[in-house]
């Protein structure tokens, strides 16, 4: 991905702006670029876990909050609820995580680590971070502040 290139001015008829546009220099391309990196990066540090980047952060989440709806675990996770829905069911399946009914309402199902799984995300919490800095290794400490404060931003 190389250098940041300068903004070019906008061209104002169609035929120019077709001509004018350079895939490599799209934001949607260089963060799939990225995001593609990163998923490297954590196969690399996170691969004898046997988890992905949806389950980890899951996983995660759930250590740092205890119990929770499936629902505002999604919301928390930035995850759609059929996504969540997936995740949480193989956490299940793997014996990570347990579901048992809200306390007062019945309807409610709450989600909590069970002992394995609080076990697996310490491990994984304790290596985690080796991800983001393989991701932004490339990056000054200042360009990768920058990195971080701009997407969330825009995230």
Known sequence: MGMAR???KPVEDPAGRAAAY???EQVGFLLRCAH???TEDFARVMGRFAVTPTQFAALAKLDDLGSVSQNQLGRLTRMDPATISGVVGRLTARGLVRQSPHARDAR???LALAPSGRAAV???KAVAA???RRTLEPL???EAD????ALAKIG
Do not use: F, G, P
């Not at 920058?146 to 404060?149: E, F, I, N, P, V």
């Open 140 to 142: 000054s400490l200042a």
């Open 146 to 149: 920058a990195l971080l404060k």
């Open 122 to 124: 310490r491990e994984m």
């Open 36 to 38: 593609q990196s990163a």
């Open 22 to 24: 350079v895939l490599e």
């Open 108 to 110: 409610l199902v709450l």
């Open 130 to 132: 080796e991800v983001s």
């Open 6 to 8: 300068a903004r070019r």
